[in-house]
């Protein structure tokens, strides 16, 4: 099931978005971190300093954060995935087919993970941009369980749980020099949790 189709004005903003994202992952796989500023990137964008902090905050930013729109449609999806499924299975329909068609964004990934890996100082902001998508999956859990996101375990243990789904995925495809694909890793991931952790 997917969401309705945003309009013109949010597809370019969308892609303007993503520009600067790859931008400035490229510029920094190229230069090293440190020598990449806000200035660079938004030149090499074509784009002002004003028009790079209308989508983020800071360079860091820029080469950790999710697409929040991107976010925002799987965690709807969530919620209106047919009531038969478990919230188990409708996290991994959402999460396997968004990463199976969101080929853009799974380029990013690439990128981000080639620049994170030798710039430790990145880790906090990686680990901020996960907790606030780790919340935004807990809420859409909760309004589909009729649970309390802030006094009931079980949203943010599935949330969390997912996130870690999602992490393993990425770290044996990173490892695994990019293959199998993370939509196959990410599959396998949820059917070990779906079977209950079974020894191998």
Known sequence: MSGPVPGLR?????ATRRTLQR???ELSAERGVEHV????????????TRTFFNYFSSKEEALVAPDPQ????????????????????????????SLTVEAAELDLL???????????????HLVGSFAAAERLFAEAVAERTGTD??????PSLLAAVAAAALRTALHLWRTGDFEPSVPE???????????????P
């Open 110 to 124: 690439r990128l981000r993970m080639a620049v994170v890996e030798p710039n430790p100082a990145l880790l906090p």
């Open 70 to 97: 991107l976010l925002e449609q799987m965690a709807r999806e969530m919620v209106e995935r047919p009531a038969a499924e478990s919230p188990l299975e409708a996290m991994r329909a959402v999460l396997v087919h």
């Open 10 to 14: 949010e597809r370019k903003k969308r």
């Open 149 to 154: 996101v802030d006094r009931d375990v079980y």
């Open 185 to 199: 890793l990410l599959d396998e991931s949820f059917a070990c949790l779906a079977a209950g952790l079974p020894a």
């Open 37 to 48: 500023t806000v200035d660079d990137i938004a030149a090499a964008a074509e784009v002002s």
């Open 23 to 25: 931008i400035a992952l």
